[in-house]
């Protein structure tokens, strides 16, 4: 049994159809990345997953996790799962951080939502335990510190903390490096990559770039339109690419052999 399997998911927002009947699973262990341009449903398709919708979207199909199927539990039997087993990290660390919370109190707030009973003393030792993890430097010195005495690559890393803390079995990146700069983001990726390794963590990559996508996926889902248009295999999709907008995709990677005399080739 996959660890997820979405089968015909669809979204809908009144008359707009954000999500068109896409299916994917992702076994234990493995990153699916999910890769299309900017308005192809991919943040909706995640949303869905951890059942953030806005109230106006109207859903329909299936999502089993560790086939419970998720997308008609009420909220209250739901609300274990977010943050426990399926964890969310996103592409703007500012924003999902609370600018006037110490960020180790926010990591400790993610615990304490699941593990209410736990003394002071054990929540600290975990919230230390995840920042080391994430390799923030100096964490118990800075334990108290706000959000914005950080970088944004080290926000990104207490994001990524909070979401691990809880050890969760499925991970959903959404463009969790897109708003960093190329070096950076080299880090984060190498981050998640050691994490996955590490924990056995599944992960649901998500970005508009398939290069990026490429260095973390054991299989990438090409989306276009609110539909999966191509689902492979990373090294196949790159050798074979079947669909016209995954060949135009393919033309925007860079590699050893392209000719950089020339501009690249735009995706939309
Ligand atoms: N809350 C919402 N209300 C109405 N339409 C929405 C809402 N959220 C997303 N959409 C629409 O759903 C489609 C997919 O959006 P999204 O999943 O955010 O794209 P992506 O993450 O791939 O850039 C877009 O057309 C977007 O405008
Ligand atoms: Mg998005």
């Known amino acids: ?77 739901m609300r274990p799962y977010r943050g426990r087993e399926l964890a969310m990290i996103f592409q703007e660390p500012m924003t999902a951080l ?31 335990a995840a920042l080391d993890e994430v390799a923030l430097p100096s964490a118990a010195k800075r334990y108290g510190e706000y959000p914005h005495q950080f970088s944004g690559g080290q926000r990104q890393r207490i994001l990524i903390a909070m979401a691990v803390v809880n050890k969760p079995a499925l991970l959903i990146a959404d463009e969790p490096t897109t708003a960093l700069d190329v070096t950076v983001q080299a880090q984060i990726l190498l981050l998640l990559r050691r994490l996955r390794e590490k924990h056995g963590l599944a992960m649901l990559f998500i970005s508009h770039d398939l290069a990026v996508t490429a260095q973390v996926a054991d299989r990438v889902a090409v989306m276009q339109g609110g539909c999966v248009i191509e689902e492979n295999r990373t090294a196949e999709l790159f050798r074979a690419p079947q669909h016209p907008y995954t060949q135009s995709l393919l033309m925007a990677v860079p590699t050893m052999r392209t000719d950089r005399t020339r501009p690249l080739a735009t995706l939309q």
């Open 1 to 77: 049994m996959p660890l997820l399997q979405v089968l015909n998911l669809s979204v809908r927002f009144g008359d707009a159809v954000a999500v068109g009947r896409i299916s994917f699973s992702i076994a234990a262990g493995e990153t699916l990345g999910l890769v299309g341009e900017s308005g192809s449903g991919k943040s909706v398709t995640s949303l869905a997953i951890m059942r953030l919708l806005p109230s106006g979207a109207v859903t329909g199909g299936s999502i089993r996790f560790k086939g419970t199927e998720l997308l008609s539990l009420p909220e209250k039997v």
């Open 98 to 128: 609370n600018p006037v919370m110490a960020v180790g109190e926010q990591v400790a707030e993610a615990v304490r939502a699941h593990w209410p009973g736990l003394g002071r003393a054990e929540v600290r030792e975990r919230v230390l």
